[in-house]
Nanobody
Framework: QVQLVESGGGLVQDGGSLRLSCAAS????????MGWFRQAPGKEREFVAG????????YYADSVKGRFTLSRDNAKNMMYLQMTSLKPEDTAVYYC??????????????????WGQGTQVTVSS
């Protein structure tokens, strides 16, 4: 069992930056995938970024490439999402997720086994 807790959301102006954190309790096995997703009002949840935990391979949605950076701290079981050049269309609830299948880090599936409660990110224009 894995528990995930996000933090770091908030209100920021267009062009600003935020750093989200995801704290994982329970063991993240080497074959796991972990990812960041977001859901805006009236829209489906969408993949933002993912990492194959053992290899460290990172994937990004096209909409955030070059602006968002996923990183991790293995020793602390922490994952981060550094968001820069934020736009109003980035406004959403951001979720941290984990799954036993590493391929899901690519974003080909949003069906992850474990989810955090989400943190709100609001970008004002």
């Amino acid at each position: 069992q894995v528990q995930l807790v996000e933090s770091g959301g908030g209100l920021v102006q267009d062009g600003g930056s935020l750093r989200l954190s995801c704290a994982a309790s329970g063991r993240i096995f080497s074959w796991y995938a972990m990812g960041w997703f977001r859901q805006a009002p009236g829209k489906e949840r969408e993949f933002v970024a993912g990492i194959q935990w053992s290899a460290g391979t990172i994937y990004y949605a096209d909409s955030v490439k070059g602006r968002f950076t996923l990183s991790r701290d293995n020793a602390k079981n922490m994952m981060y999402l550094q968001m820069t050049s934020l736009k109003p269309e980035d406004t959403a609830v951001y979720y941290c997720a984990a799954d036993q299948l590493a391929f899901k880090a690519t974003g080909r599936s949003t069906q992850y086994a474990y989810w955090g409660q989400g943190t709100q990110v609001t970008v004002s224009s």
